[in-house]
């Protein structure tokens, strides 16, 4: 039997990132988002919400672009200061011992601690209540080469990363299986017949 609640956000888990902004140094900022996700392959487009009152909210709509950087087991502590602290008095990035990196296609750090960084450019702001959605084209990825094996593959379960449900930080871990692993079809040994 289920217990029902009032309605709410509760699809979990998701992507607990820090999302970089800002186009000089004097105004970086890093902020945590877990309400964040893909929503198209072609183009690749993703989003992130954040609340107008947020010090990056304006960082971000003025500037059109942001980073979302994925995090790590080594980066807990940093999505959760980031989370809480304001970058209106506090330097994010050094207080949490963060790296601005050099972004490609946006003016946006990235941070170099985060195995993954994906800039964006945000190509519509909506309005939904007590968040505004930045959709955003994904103009290029930058990977740490430690994850990419010899065929160029990236080993996503080596980076150690983080996801949020409910209030907590969960480690992500262990992969059950790849897609199609269901379906996919095992490989028959064919002999000759001579």
């Given at each position: 039997m289920k217990k029902s609640f009032k309605p709410g956000t509760m699809i979990y888990p998701l992507p607990a990132v820090l999302v970089s902004c800002g186009a000089t140094p004097e105004e970086y900022n890093v902020l945590t988002v877990s309400?964040?996700?893909t929503v198209c392959s072609n183009p690749p487009m993703c989003y992130i919400s954040v609340r107008p009152e947020r010090h990056s909210y304006d960082i971000i709509r003025r500037n059109g672009c942001f980073v979302i950087n994925l995090?790590?087991?080594?980066?807990?502590?940093?999505?959760?200061?980031?989370?809480?602290k304001s970058g209106r008095d506090t330097d994010k990035f050094r207080m949490a011992r963060l790296t601005p990196g050099r972004a490609e296609?946006?003016?946006a750090p990235t941070i170099e601690e985060s195995p993954v960084s994906i800039e964006c450019?945000?190509?519509?702001?909506?309005?939904?209540?007590s968040h505004d959605m930045f959709l955003a084209e994904v103009v290029n990825v930058q990977v740490d080469e430690r994850y990419i094996d010899e065929t160029d593959?990236?080993?996503m379960a080596a980076m150690d990363l983080l996801a949020y449900a409910h209030g907590q930080y969960f480690d992500v871990a262990n992969p059950r299986g790849f897609f199609g692993w269901t379906v996919r079809r095992k490989k028959t040994i064919r002999r000759d017949k001579r």
């Amino acid at each position: 039997m289920k217990k029902s609640f009032k309605p709410g956000t509760m699809i979990y888990p998701l992507p607990a990132v820090l999302v970089s902004c800002g186009a000089t140094p004097e105004e970086y900022n890093v902020l945590t988002v877990s309400w964040t996700g893909t929503v198209c392959s072609n183009p690749p487009m993703c989003y992130i919400s954040v609340r107008p009152e947020r010090h990056s909210y304006d960082i971000i709509r003025r500037n059109g672009c942001f980073v979302i950087n994925l995090t790590t087991k080594a980066l807990a502590y940093a999505a959760d200061y980031c989370g809480v602290k304001s970058g209106r008095d506090t330097d994010k990035f050094r207080m949490a011992r963060l790296t601005p990196g050099r972004a490609e296609c946006v003016a946006a750090p990235t941070i170099e601690e985060s195995p993954v960084s994906i800039e964006c450019r945000v190509v519509d702001i909506r309005p939904l209540g007590s968040h505004d959605m930045f959709l955003a084209e994904v103009v290029n990825v930058q990977v740490d080469e430690r994850y990419i094996d010899e065929t160029d593959r990236i080993d996503m379960a080596a980076m150690d990363l983080l996801a949020y449900a409910h209030g907590q930080y969960f480690d992500v871990a262990n992969p059950r299986g790849f897609f199609g692993w269901t379906v996919r079809r095992k490989k028959t040994i064919r002999r000759d017949k001579r």
